[in-house]
């Protein structure tokens, strides 16, 4: 009964309180006044004055894609810089090595795309300064580059004849100043009230019971903690993530960190509907969120609560907390995949066939299912526009969508979107099942082997970061391919997309007439769904046929790999 009560309560509040913050942001966005403009204003503008932005100039599609690739390209060079200098840097208290290179490509290329992939044991690994400097500092402005992509087509699409899609870097800094930081200052502190460490001491020996020593680590860990979960980053400061106590130390911070962790991309339906002038749609969209995110969590509930004939038990606890239990590991797992968030409070290879099955599934359709911060929002756009596109060849008509034609290069560019991580999980994955460096890392053979494989894949196309903790993937084999799957799975998705903000920019809004198909009924809702699952399904089933699927029906016969 708690446990139902806690799901409840979580979706519930979900649906509650995004239309409140979408209201907020939309404000930020749009410039006009709202409550954290005289606390961070001034903040705002000594950026601006500092770096010489002038913010009121407006860029087109190009000018503005390119500001994106500039920073995130300085980004990834920062980062990969403080790894292989980190012995000679400051706030190294451990007198902790540099980083490997290949390591710290890899753990650059992460950060920088959203993605917060660890090959690595961050306590055990990286230094205070690299911590700091490096991983929060891209927990936030990764974040915020998603949320100026989703920006720029929002304006795109709501805007007419124009070619002016906003300003990157006032797009980003207002991401920052307004909305990331206030709420990560919130959750840290609401964090450190529960227990969570935030300290620049040394790591504390300590002696047990049993009479042998003890290294405890600690570490600034809860303003990390607090982005990582706000910006769908996912990085643990610690090697166990929010299992770890120092990371989540209660009940009510898996809560908090659970919830923190989607709120800002479910948030964004609802700023883009103040944009469009349609409240209706973005309910709409929202709602079709919500429908696959609560059918992905009662499938994997029904799956983990199922008799277990192999282990003999229902609902088994083997690599899950015993302060949060099944009901909380379930809906984290889920929670986590469908927001590309990657952060984990309990092992996902240890869940079961048909769970890890949904986690996976949903990395696989593109992280849509409220997605990654901005990134969400405008993966989902683009199967919008494969919907309407559908619906339009079904009545004879032109495709439109807020009033503006969907054409041929419009398409091309959304069907390039939706190919570019798909390629990254099957190809990539089959590579891995083809040679000695990649079977060599996995713990497991046969289905569930499989499964860590496509998992790692999956999870690095869709810029998620989790894995299946059966897989070795600290090798110079793993470290690069699954750095290059990041890089094509976010910058193979924002190219297209700011391609077709600028093309939607440049037309007219045709008026609606009889003929035109609505966006903001049960109808558009039911034909997205149907669309999302169809292209998923498409894709994807023949993997997973072979991996999760497989592996369900030999365990009810009682083998286990």
Known sequence: MNEAIQLILFMVALAALAPLLGKYMAKVFMGEKHIMKPVFGWFEKSVYRVSGIKSEEEMNWKTYLYGVLLFNLFGFVLLFLLQILQAYLPLNTEKLPNVSWHLAFNTAMSFTTNTNWQSYSGENTLSYMVQMLGLTVQNFVSAATGISVVLALIRGLTRKTTDSLGNFWADMTRSVVYVLLPLAIILTMALVGQGAVQTFSHYVKATTLQGTEQVIPLGPAASQIAIKQLGTNGGGFFNSN??????????????????????????????????????????AIFITMYILFAVGIAISLWSE?????????????????????????????????????????????????LSGMVSMFNMMLGEIIFGGVGSGLYGIIIFIILTVFIAGLMVGRTPEYLGKKVEAFEMKM???????????IKLFSAIACSVPAGLSSLNNAGPHGLSEILYAFSSAAGNNGSAFAGLNANTVFYNLMIGFGMLIGRF??????????????????????????????????????????????????????????????????????
């Open 242 to 283: 929010s299992s770890h106590p120092f990371e989540n130390p209660s009940p009510f911070s898996n809560f908090l960190e659970m919830f923190a962790l989607i709120i800002i991309s479910a948030s964004l339906v609802f700023t883009y509907g103040h944009y469009a002038k349609s409240k209706r749609h973005a309910r």
């Open 305 to 353: 609560y199922s008799h277990n004939d192999v282990l003999n038990v229902s609902g088994g606890m083997e690599g899950k907390e015993t302060r949060f239990g099944v009901m909380n590991s379930v809906l984290w797992s889920v929670t986590t995949t469908v927001t590309s968030n990657g952060s984990v409070n309990a092992m996902h290879d240890s869940l079961s066939p």
């Open 492 to 561: 193979g998705v924002i190219v297209p997309v700011m391609a077709i903000a600028g093309s939607m920019a440049k037309k007219k809004i045709t008026p609606v007439s009889l003929g035109t198909f609505k966006t903001d009924n049960w109808l558009f809702v039911l034909l997205l769904i149907g669309v999302i699952l169809i292209v998923g399904g498409l894709t994807f089933f023949p993997p997973l046929a072979l991996g999760p699927i497989v592996e369900h029906l030999l365990m009810n016969l009682g083998v286990t790999f």
């Open 414 to 424: 959304a069907i390039l979107a939706v190919l570019a991580p798909s390629i990254v």
